[in-house]
């Protein structure tokens, strides 16, 4: 896990944890994910959200992964992959927030799906370092495109 120090903070660091979460999520067919050390990333009641649906998917970090488990276990997830294609960050003492946008693909049933989206990162810091304590995104969909802003 990344350790950022008070003082010592700078955009790679908060990348390094966003990268460690991504990198939590993602496998390539035949391997398996390693959603446990999401655990270590967030703080004890740390939120995920998913704000494509209406009313938005709002989970733990347990809520997160049971569900995308069980996908993997049956077989309906074979391979997913996230990552972040550009980000800005502002921080502020013990928080800091990243506006990233991102790409994820994968196969699900057997069928490989592809979407790019916008993640809003909270982070806080605690006496054990820095943990996101909320993560919301959304995907483009029709009517809705990544600006180029982003």
Known sequence: MVRIQPGVLSHDHFKALLDEFFAAVSFESGER?????LRDLFTA???????????????GVEEFIEPRQRMVDSGELTAFLERELAASQDV????????SNYEKRGT??????????VISTQFVNTPSGWRISSMA????RPG???PDAL
């Open 33 to 37: 994910p390693a959603y446990a050390k």
């Open 45 to 59: 009641d740390g939120r995920l959200v998913n704000t494509a649906p209406q009313p938005p998917d709002s989970a």
């Open 92 to 99: 502020f003492g013990n928080v800091a927030h990243r506006l």
């Open 108 to 117: 699900k049933n057997g069928v490989t799906f592809e979407a790019r989206g």
């Open 137 to 140: 995104w959304d995907d483009e």
């Open 144 to 146: 809705l495109e990544l």
